[in-house]
């Protein structure tokens, strides 16, 4: 069965500061792996998704996230924190397949 | 284009009453999924539909949950006798076709019942 674990479900940046949410994963099968960013009363986005071609995967917003067999992990980065990244952020799993496996997200605050 | 769209975006219910929540998924998307989610935690499947067939209902929970497509575009999710643990944020998300990995979700409908 596949899962989702995401460390910290809340983690508090500086503006300007480096942004680091951590996503480790199961799966009995080479998995495709999602990032998605929640604001307050909106649906779901997606910021990036890994489906088997480069492990560097670079999304909206300046995010990016590698993925790493060997630690079973697709940590998601941004370099510098901006107020307006101030969400709440899944980390998902889906075995090729239509059904996505969510992690229990991250709320990321950013203080200025 | 216009997104998904789900009506209502809140629905305040009592115990053992009947809801229906809809959604209106991207224009030209075969595919559609339910997702519930509780308090604190990331979204959980309910259902996928591939056209008006439900291909996968393993998540829905019980009995007195029931979904429906029955055009290929607009589902209904209904909830029969609701219960307290029923509250939830209930997500719609759509995609191209099956084969396609993103799924575009819609902003939910928050549903509490009393």
């Known amino acids: 069965a596949q899962s989702v674990t995401q460390l910290g479900s809340h983690v508090s940046v500086s503006e300007g500061a480096l942004v680091l949410l951590r996503c480790n994963y199961s799966s009995s099968v080479p998995p495709y792996l999602f990032w998605y960013v929640q604001y307050p009363n909106q649906g779901l986005q997606l910021l990036l998704k890994?489906?088997?071609?480069?492990?560097l995967v670079k999304g909206i917003n300046g995010f990016e996230a590698e993925f790493k067999k060997s630690e079973t992990s697709f940590h998601l980065t941004k370099p510098s924190a901006h107020m307006s990244d101030a969400a709440e952020y899944f980390c998902a799993v889906s075995d090729r397949g239509y059904k996505l496996i969510f992690g229990s997200g991250t709320r990321l605050l950013v203080r200025p | 284009g216009a997104g998904v769209s789900q009506t209502p975006s809140n629905k305040v219910t009592e115990k053992g009453k009947y809801v229906e929540l809809r959604c209106d998924p991207i224009s030209g998307h075969t595919a559609l999924y339910w997702y519930r989610q509780s308090l604190g935690q990331g979204p959980e499947f309910l259902i996928y539909?591939?056209?008006?067939?439900?291909?996968?209902d393993s998540g829905l929970p019980n009995d007195r949950f029931f979904a429906v497509r029955p055009e290929g575009s607009v589902s209904t999710l209904k909830i029969q006798r609701t219960e307290r643990g029923d509250s939830a944020v209930y997500l719609c998300?759509?995609?191209?076709?099956?084969?396609?990995?993103?799924?575009?979700f819609g902003p939910g409908t928050r549903l509490t019942v009393t």
């Open positions: 890994y489906t088997s071609a480069a492990t």
């Open positions: 998300a759509s995609s191209p076709d099956s084969n396609s990995y993103e799924q575009y």
């Open positions: 539909f591939q056209g008006t067939g439900a291909a996968d």
